[in-house]
């Protein structure tokens, strides 16, 4: 039942660029802090970046230099603009809604995921 929906996936070579979209409902999307994760095979999912509400943004380790968040309010969209990829950038990119502090319980909302794949 996935509300949060993921497009932009694909093939690039290493230090290609690619911009990851995830659209989600006005209801959540207006006050959600929107981040994106990702999950290499055998590994854990991992942070990629995120962005509040309010146009705060924060970065994990991997993707700060390279990568930016940004959200349109009346696209209800964020995306991911990912430059000079690696090959460790390949895995499967998740959209994730965050309704913290508005909600205490189910507030948590997961898109589908969309390969990125960076190789030669």
């Known amino acids: 039942q996935a509300q949060l929906v993921e497009s932009g996936g694909g093939l690039v070579q290493p230090g290609g660029s690619l911009r990851l979209s995830c659209a989600a409902p006005?209801?959540?999307?207006?006050?959600?802090?929107m981040a994106w994760y990702r999950q290499a095979p055998g590994k854990q999912r991992e942070l990629v970046a995120s962005i509040t509400s309010g146009g705060r943004s924060n970065f994990g380790d991997s993707a700060k230099g390279r990568f930016t968040i940004s959200r349109d309010n009346a696209k209800n969209t964020v995306y991911l603009q990912m430059n000079s990829l690696k090959p460790e950038d390949t895995a499967v990119y998740y959209c994730n809604a965050d309704l913290r502090p508005w909600r205490f319980r189910d507030y948590d909302y997961w898109g589908q995921g969309t390969q990125v794949t960076v190789s030669s």
């Open positions: 006005g209801s959540i999307f207006s006050i959600a802090t």
